[in-house]
């Protein structure tokens, strides 16, 4: 076994056991990106000789363990772009606290993952600087928004990764590209030092190989910070407690609402086998009703692109990144951010716009966050009577880089069993349960199936994720380059 | 179809110039948006409250005090302009 292949729990094993770990480490990563990294184009940024290695001295819960993180939580003096034109060249001058607490633990930060522009996305084809492709077969794309962060988990071409998850954004690309991603619960993990997307629904969280790696990362990443304001005061339990439980007496809701006309075959198939494995393993299965599921989409493209179009008003040429150059003021605002935004940004902030302006404010927007307030009605009731739900994550396996572009609509559909969660606050996660085995695809490409928990009832979702990866071999099985 | 938008003026409010042919490729693409978000009309939301925040927050209040820092000058350092402790703009009011 090579080192880059290694999990997060093994690179600490390993960096605490050999006094050069850290940098072997690191070697080979560096080494297997720049073999395959050009195939899979999972990292927009990353320069071997500005990794630094830990300090020796005391040793932190991460020490050596490298992270690559996604391109828009900022790193002191790391261009960090969010896979923009807009923001090429900005040089932040300060850690986002997330990734002050990677540092403190001891951790390597390694390199900046390739997302779609803003965020916005799920396919990871509206990057700036291309799409990044699925591990698994290069012709389909990872998901997204995530997706250079979830590739390069998949393709060993990182140890983990964060991710940031605004409507599925962690999830989705965690289940095509066959990994675990955690959205933690809203407040549970700081943001700041994150570009701001959906301020009420943006959350940073883990991309790993196992359940056991998120949960060691939680225990980093977890807590209050005065920072970020919105920040939870709740305490954090050991994550790594909840792992290797039984799943006997857990109680599992199943959505009615989620197995309608849109989702694939393949797919359902592969839920339905998960949840027969939950039910071998002691936990009892019950179905529960979540009747407002199809409004999800429509009221998450209000909410999310009002919020976008506010956040994003800031990047105007003045105090950061691109700037036309004119002679007035109003063309400099004007041309920077027509130049400097992709397609896809420039359809959200409209569509933002326009459901904020006069006379469409409460037609729109207010009326979106009543339905919002319905939506999680729902969770509030179905969580009266089980611990979890579970179902797919994505309606439908990878599909092709190029296949949804020209559809806008047809792409936000595929969010359509993450973005509750995000509406809602709730923790949730993708752990991988399967592959396409049909005629269609030309290589067998991952499923994912999501759990849901209450609020900072993330310990629930990894006790349930680690009793069913250990009862099954997919996380064993890794794509090849 | 049900919501015309009008492109012009909601470019112009999101401070963005559109090309002629983006102004018609966009159009369609919004409008193809509000007509899917339009189902949201037969929901009876007359007697719910809006949520905008998950959380039970309240305004979070801590003090405020100045500590030093060396900030200024990074954050300077990123400037497409700059002219001493300063970012530089065109002028904004015509002589």
Same mark, same amino acid.
């Given at each position: 076994?090579?080192?880059?292949?290694?999990?997060?729990?093994?690179?600490?094993?390993?960096?605490?056991?050999?006094?050069?770990?850290?940098?072997?480490?690191?070697?080979?990563?560096?080494?297997?990106?720049?073999?395959?990294?050009?195939?899979?184009?999972?990292?927009?940024?990353?320069?071997?000789?500005?990794?630094?290695?830990?300090?020796?001295?005391?040793?932190?819960?991460?020490?050596?363990?490298?992270?690559?993180?996604?391109?828009?939580?900022?790193?002191?003096?790391?261009?960090?772009?969010?896979?923009?034109?807009?923001?090429?060249?900005?040089?932040?001058?300060?850690?986002?606290?997330?990734?002050?607490?990677?540092?403190?633990?001891?951790?390597?930060?390694?390199?900046?993952?390739?997302?779609?522009?803003?965020?916005?996305?799920?396919?990871?084809?509206?990057?700036?600087?291309?799409?990044?492709?699925?591990?698994?077969?290069?012709?389909?794309?990872?998901?997204?928004?995530?997706?250079?962060?979830?590739?390069?988990?998949?393709?060993?071409?990182?140890?983990?990764?964060?991710?940031?998850?605004?409507?599925?954004?962690?999830?989705?690309?965690?289940?095509? *590209?066959?990994? @675990?991603? +955690?959205?933690? $619960?809203?407040?549970? =993990?700081?943001? %700041?030092?994150? /570009? !701001?997307?959906?301020?009420?629904?943006?959350?940073?969280?883990?991309?790993?190989?196992?359940?056991?790696?998120?949960?060691?990362?939680?225990?980093?990443?977890?807590?209050?910070?005065?920072?970020?304001?919105?920040?939870?005061?709740?305490?954090?339990?050991?994550?790594?407690?909840?792992?290797?439980?039984?799943?006997?007496?857990?109680?599992?809701?199943?959505?009615?609402?989620?197995?309608?006309?849109?989702?694939?075959?393949?797919?359902?198939?592969?839920?339905?086998?998960?949840?027969?494995?939950?039910?071998?393993?002691?936990?009892? *299965?019950?179905? @529960?009703? +979540?009747?407002? $599921?199809?409004?999800? =989409?429509?009221? %998450?493209?209000? /909410? !999310?692109?009002?919020?976008?179009?506010?956040?994003?008003?800031?990047?105007?040429?003045?105090?950061?990144?691109?700037?036309?150059?004119?002679?007035?003021?109003?063309?400099?605002?004007?041309?920077?951010?027509?130049?400097?935004?992709?397609?896809?940004?420039?359809?959200?902030?409209?569509?933002?716009?326009?459901?904020?302006?006069?006379?469409?404010?409460?037609?729109?927007?207010?009326?979106?966050?009543?339905?919002?307030?319905?939506?999680?009605?729902?969770?509030?009731?179905?969580?009266?009577?089980?611990?979890?739900?579970?179902?797919?994550?994505?309606?439908?396996?990878?599909?092709?880089?190029?296949?949804?572009?020209?559809?806008?609509?047809?792409?936000?559909?595929?969010?359509?069993?993450?973005?509750?969660?995000?509406?809602?606050?709730?923790?949730?996660?993708?752990?991988?349960?399967?592959?396409?085995?049909?005629?269609?695809?030309?290589?067998?490409?991952?499923?994912?199936?999501?759990?849901?928990?209450?609020?900072?009832?993330?310990?629930?979702?990894?006790?349930?994720?680690?009793?069913?990866?250990?009862?099954?071999?997919?996380?064993?099985?890794?794509?090849?380059? | 179809?049900?919501?015309?938008?009008?492109?012009?003026?909601?470019?112009?409010?999101?401070?963005?110039?559109?090309?002629?042919?983006?102004?018609?490729?966009?159009?369609?693409?919004?409008?193809?948006?509000?007509?899917?978000?339009?189902?949201?009309?037969?929901?009876?939301?007359?007697?719910?409250?809006?949520?905008?925040?998950?959380?039970?927050?309240?305004?979070?209040?801590?003090?405020?005090?100045?500590?030093?820092?060396?900030?200024?000058?990074?954050?300077?350092?990123?400037?497409?302009?700059?002219?001493?402790?300063?970012?530089?703009?065109?002028?904004?009011?015509?002589?």
């Amino acid at each position: 076994m090579e080192p880059y292949q290694f999990s997060v729990k093994q690179a600490k094993e390993f960096s605490a056991k050999n006094q050069n770990g850290p940098s072997e480490l690191t070697q080979s990563l560096a080494k297997r990106i720049q073999n395959f990294d050009s195939k899979v184009k999972a990292y927009v940024h990353f320069d071997p000789t500005r990794v630094l290695l830990p300090k020796d001295g005391k040793k932190g819960p991460l020490y050596g363990v490298p992270i690559s993180v996604k391109d828009n939580i900022v790193i002191e003096s790391w261009e960090t772009t969010c896979a923009s034109k807009i923001l090429t060249g900005f040089i932040p001058p300060y850690d986002a606290t997330v990734i002050r607490k990677l540092r403190e633990a001891g951790a390597v930060i390694f390199g900046k993952c390739n997302m779609d522009e803003f965020a916005f996305g799920s396919s990871c084809e509206t990057s700036f600087f291309g799409p990044t492709r699925n591990p698994w077969n290069l012709d389909y794309v990872p998901g997204g928004s995530s997706g250079g962060s979830a590739a390069a988990v998949a393709g060993d071409l990182a140890i983990a990764a964060l991710g940031t998850d605004t409507g599925g954004s962690i999830r989705q690309p965690a289940s095509f *590209c066959g990994v @675990v991603g +955690l959205k933690p $619960t809203y407040g549970r =993990v700081s943001r %700041y030092g994150l /570009v !701001a997307f959906g301020s009420s629904l943006d959350q940073i969280g883990p991309i790993t190989k196992t359940v056991e790696d998120a949960a060691i990362l939680m225990n980093v990443l977890a807590g209050h910070d005065s920072q970020d304001s919105t920040s939870a005061d709740v305490p954090v339990p050991d994550y790594t407690s909840f792992l290797g439980k039984s799943m006997k007496g857990l109680k599992v809701g199943i959505p009615k609402e989620y197995f309608v006309k849109g989702l694939d075959p393949e797919v359902n198939q592969a839920i339905q086998k998960t949840i027969g494995v939950f039910k071998d393993l002691g936990a009892g *299965c019950v179905e @529960v009703n +979540l009747p407002n $599921t199809k409004y999800a =989409v429509a009221v %998450y493209y209000i /909410v !999310a692109v009002a919020e976008a179009s506010s956040n994003l008003g800031r990047f105007d040429g003045v105090q950061y990144g691109f700037r036309h150059e004119t002679s007035s003021l109003r063309d400099l605002y004007f041309e920077t951010r027509d130049q400097g935004f992709g397609a896809e940004a420039k359809r959200r902030i409209l569509l933002g716009t326009f459901v904020l302006s006069a006379g469409y404010y409460d037609a729109y927007y207010l009326k979106g966050l009543k339905v919002r307030t319905l939506i999680k009605q729902d969770f509030d009731r179905a969580f009266e009577r089980v611990d979890v739900i579970l179902g797919p994550t994505s309606p439908t396996p990878p599909f092709k880089v190029g296949e949804k572009m020209n559809d806008p609509l047809a792409m936000y559909l595929s969010d359509i069993y993450t973005i509750s969660a995000n509406l809602a606050g709730l923790p949730a996660i993708n752990i991988p349960c399967g592959f396409t085995e049909g005629a269609g695809h030309a290589s067998p490409l991952p499923i994912g199936v999501q759990l849901v928990a209450k609020p900072f009832e993330e310990g629930t979702l990894f006790r349930a994720a680690s009793a069913y990866e250990q009862a099954t071999q997919w996380h064993e099985k890794h794509p090849k380059l | 179809m049900s919501q015309k938008i009008n492109i012009e003026q909601i470019a112009e409010l999101a401070r963005l110039n559109l090309k002629p042919e983006e102004r018609v490729k966009l159009t369609k693409d919004l409008e193809a948006i509000l007509a899917y978000v339009d189902q949201l009309r037969e929901v009876d939301t007359k007697k719910i409250e809006p949520t905008s925040h998950v959380l039970p927050l309240q305004n979070v209040f801590r003090k405020d005090f100045a500590v030093p820092t060396r900030i200024s000058d990074a954050v300077l350092s990123h400037a497409p302009k700059r002219e001493g402790k300063f970012f530089k703009v065109p002028k904004v009011i015509e002589a």
